[in-house]
């Protein structure tokens, strides 16, 4: 009987840990893009960049930035939103957080900014869900890695991706010197030529999630 009892309360266990990792995501057909005036954006070249970068982290040490991963459903697949700037390259909706200001606090204020009309971050609803994976800069000049070199005492940038699990409607309003996409998981997989370093490891990071896609 003890076996018995063992073996449910393990099946119970499993059972209630799979529904934790159930994400709902809605048809892009319910949500509503319109556009705003744009951002300015920093036209610098390599090395007045890197000067930048320097100078920033001299006054305020690491540099930590936050970006939202935000699925959609389209054709019965589960597609990731993605900014495009310039027509070339693809982030991560998200950005620097401010000295002292928190992760979720950040992220909500940057998801505003760029996918919303302008005001506070928590007014707008932001549901921001756990964080999926984190990458590292060991110097200025480096590729971020997946994980922190043990070698590496003082890394330059943590960049932190986090679930933005979305309602079943919303309005995004995104700047006019800005595209927002959906590009299915799918496309995106190991696909480093096109999408960077962090982007093509987002389907990987998200295996652990079964997808409930809820039809309208």
Not at 129 to 157: A, H, I
């Amino acid at each position: 009987m003890s076996d018995e009892m063992g073996n449910n309360s393990v099946h119970e266990n499993g059972s209630d840990q799979d529904q934790s990792y159930a994400v709902d995501i809605y048809p892009l057909s319910n949500y509503y893009f319109g556009s705003k005036d744009a951002i300015p954006f920093k036209d610098e070249t390599l090395a007045d960049r890197l000067l930048r970068m320097k100078s920033n982290y001299a006054a305020h040490g690491l540099r930590t930035c936050v970006e939202a991963v935000i699925l959609v459903e389209l054709f019965k697949h589960p597609h990731l939103l993605l900014l495009q700037i310039r027509n070339s390259i693809f982030k991560l909706p998200g950005g620097r957080l401010r000295p002292g200001e928190s992760d979720i606090d950040g992220l909500k204020r940057k998801l505003t900014r760029k996918l919303s009309l302008n005001g506070d971050g928590n007014e707008i609803g932001w549901e921001v869900g756990e964080c999926l994976g984190m990458w590292w800069k060991p110097d200025f000049e480096t590729l971020l890695f997946p994980y922190l070199p043990p070698n590496v005492k003082r890394p330059k940038e943590c960049t932190k991706l986090f679930l933005v699990k979305l309602p079943v409607s919303r309005k995004f309003i995104v700047p006019k010197n800005l595209k927002l996409l959906a590009v299915p998981l799918c496309q995106i997989h190991e696909n480093h030529k096109t999408y960077g370093p962090i982007i093509p490891g987002v389907p990987q990071l998200l295996s652990k999630f079964s997808f409930n896609i809820v039809d309208s």
